[in-house]
């Protein structure tokens, strides 16, 4: 936040000019994904740390390789091609940080509080049970995707300055380096990668909030044991794998859905044609997911209302 | 006009009756202390008051009922449960943000001003403070709350002596100030003795006694007998009798001090002698 909003939101500032019985305005749910981001610093800390390692490799990629990789992008066109595929490896890993990140986070959010006892401290506050879960929700499905997008933009930049220094001190042109790599494509095939996941992973953050919820301890546990004793009971009784292939679906299945890479439409993943989000938003898995994220968020709220403190 | 009115608030966990039918009417401008053996049900009770339990029975505070209106009556009550439920990893500056933040009645001035006073550094999280500081925190956050009712569910629990010395201290001087009300439970009852205007006793459930402070010192009365006037003393039907140091400490209620002070010393008793004598003699009550 910067300084300004602050005096803004400066109680003493508003004393001042309001007479004293006006209540003040408050922005509780702003307060309330900021106090996450204070508790919860992997939210962004995890994106950057696993960018920064990114750049540590290309850096160390390059000192034990002098001469390889600038001349790698320098002429040969196949393995400039291949640098931008190192690129795309990072994002890849970033993406799957940002989820693990996301499903720990949602794990811990309603039992943590719970456990240290915080939350006779939160409900002591005018926060409404609503607004905190909310904003909790808020976090792995608007947050954890932006601050992502921020740290690969980030990242990528920084990979491409140092290589082009590489390149500059060699003396090789950086023009195709820059022509192969086509940064703006790829954030925006990045940033549609991060929204379509965020929205199709949504029933998955909230099972895991709900769980957080309602399970004493070792939320976790409760999340995974019941869906894996359904796998193995299916397996034992009928021989099939339905709900595996659910669930598999459901981790994975945003890849085939949001971007055209089945025949006959197969196109190159690396182009913007490969992205199809009129046929994301017609899949119906993605609307009954998100209605069953609905319900396990409301009922996550109505849980976090009724639960007495113990 | 009342600000908690209760009417056979009832609670149970399963075959655990908490709250056993109680009748309770607290008038704005009050500091009312609950006191009570521990299980007694005084948590049971402000968590009733704060909305933050299901319960029986009628119960209005600020014109509102606790558990259905929870979030509107949230704005008006102020609530220290006790020193261990600020977050661990919460900051000094994080917390008055936080709470300016989401607060319509909280003044940041205040707060700050309060905690000018201590010596708890802002850039400083909660688990790196002493207990003393994080109650300190956690007093300058609430006090700098325009609330109407604060309730203190033993605020000092653990604190060394100055810590609740100055805990009260700085409670009735900078808060109250006479139009909001105060609801504390705590052990330490000796401590409140001169803060408070109304006391209540609750044990099982029940409320033992209730009365208010003035009521409270003209009502009871300690006399140190002399041990040849004990026999004397007894006629006058003492409601608990103790021996110190080998003299007999009679405690009466509703007696004629002049006839007394014939047999020995006669003081006003204090909060914890009264307690004792009235949870005596609910045992004895109980297992007759």
Redesign the interface.
């Known amino acids: 936040m910067s300084p300004e909003s602050a005096a803004v939101l400066d109680p003493a500032a508003d004393a001042r000019t309001a007479a004293p019985a006006a209540p003040r305005r408050t922005r509780p749910f702003y307060w309330s994904v900021r106090r996450e981001l204070w508790e919860n610093r992997s939210i962004y800390l995890a994106p950057l740390g696993v960018g920064a390692f990114a750049v540590v490799g290309l850096v160390i990629h390059a000192l034990t390789m002098p001469g390889h990789m600038p001349g790698m992008l320098g002429n040969d066109p196949a393995a400039a091609g291949s640098a931008s595929v190192s690129y795309r490896v990072a994002a890849l890993l970033m993406l799957a940080t940002s989820f693990v990140v996301g499903a720990f986070y949602c794990l811990e959010a309603l039992s943590g509080e719970r456990r240290d006892r915080s939350v006779l401290f939160w409900k002591s506050l005018p926060v409404s049970d609503r607004t905190t879960v909310l904003a909790k929700a808020f976090v792995p499905l608007v947050v954890l995707p932006v601050v992502t997008f921020a740290a690969l933009v980030a990242m990528q930049l920084t990979m491409l300055l140092l290589s082009a220094l590489a390149l500059l001190v060699q003396g090789v042109e950086i023009a195709p380096l820059w022509r192969e790599l086509r940064l703006f494509r790829m954030w925006t095939m990045l940033l549609y990668a991060l929204a379509a996941t965020a929205l199709w992973h949504a029933p998955i953050y909230a099972f895991l909030l709900l769980m957080s919820g309602w399970a004493r301890r070792t939320a976790a546990l409760w999340a995974v044991l019941p869906l894996l004793a359904l796998v193995a009971l299916e397996k034992l009784t009928m021989d099939t794998t339905r709900v595996l292939a659910a669930v598999s679906y459901r981790l994975f299945g945003w890849y085939g859905e949001a971007f055209a890479l089945r025949r006959p439409e197969r196109v190159p993943f690396s182009s913007l044609a490969s992205l199809a989000p009129g046929r994301f938003l017609g899949t119906p898995e993605l609307w009954i997911g998100l209605a069953l994220a609905a319900v396990f968020i409301a009922a996550a709220v109505r849980l976090r209302r009724l639960r007495e403190p113990s | 006009m009342a600000c908690i009115e209760a009417r056979g608030l009832r609670k149970s966990y399963g075959t655990t009756v908490a709250l056993d039918g109680i009748d309770l009417s607290v008038e704005e401008g009050r500091i009312l202390g609950l006191v009570g053996p521990n299980g007694a049900g005084k948590t049971t009770a402000l968590?009733a008051i704060?909305g933050?339990?299901?319960y029986e029975g009628a119960l209005n505070v600020l014109g509102h009922e606790p558990w259905r209106e929870?979030?509107r009556l949230?704005?008006d009550?102020?609530?220290?449960?006790d020193v261990?439920?600020?977050?661990?990893?919460?900051?000094v500056s994080?917390a008055v943000?936080?709470?300016?933040?989401?607060?319509?009645?909280?003044?940041?001035?205040k707060a700050?001003a309060f905690l000018a006073r201590t010596d708890i550094d802002r850039t400083r999280k909660v688990r790196e403070l002493s207990k003393g500081m994080v109650a300190q925190l956690h007093l300058a956050l609430v006090m700098a709350i325009?609330a109407r009712l604060l309730v203190l569910d033993e605020p000092t629990l653990g604190l060394d002596i100055l810590y609740r010395k100055q805990f009260y201290d700085t409670l009735l001087n900078d808060y109250f100030d006479g139009s909001r009300t105060i609801v504390v439970t705590t052990h330490q009852v000796e401590e409140i003795q001169d803060v408070l205007t109304d006391l209540i006793f609750i044990d099982r459930g029940r409320i033992v006694l209730e009365c208010g402070m003035d009521e409270f010192e003209s009502r009871y009365v300690e006399v140190m007998v002399r041990p040849e006037h004990v026999t004397a003393a007894r006629g006058y039907g003492p409601l608990h009798e103790r021996q110190v140091l080998g003299r007999s400490i009679l405690l009466f209620d509703r007696a004629d001090r002049r006839p007394l002070a014939a047999l020995g010393d006669v003081r006003t008793p204090s909060i914890a002698d009264v307690f004792v004598a009235v949870m005596d003699g609910q045992d004895a009550g109980a297992a007759r």
Not at chain 2, 77 to 81: H, K, L, R, Y
Not at chain 2, 84 to 91: D, E, I
Not at chain 2, 97 to 109: K, M
């Open positions: 968590n704060l933050l339990i299901r929870r979030d949230v704005r009550v102020s609530f220290i449960a261990a439920v600020l977050p661990r990893w919460l900051r994080q943000d936080y709470v300016a933040g989401v607060h319509p009645r909280f003044d940041r001035a700050e325009d």
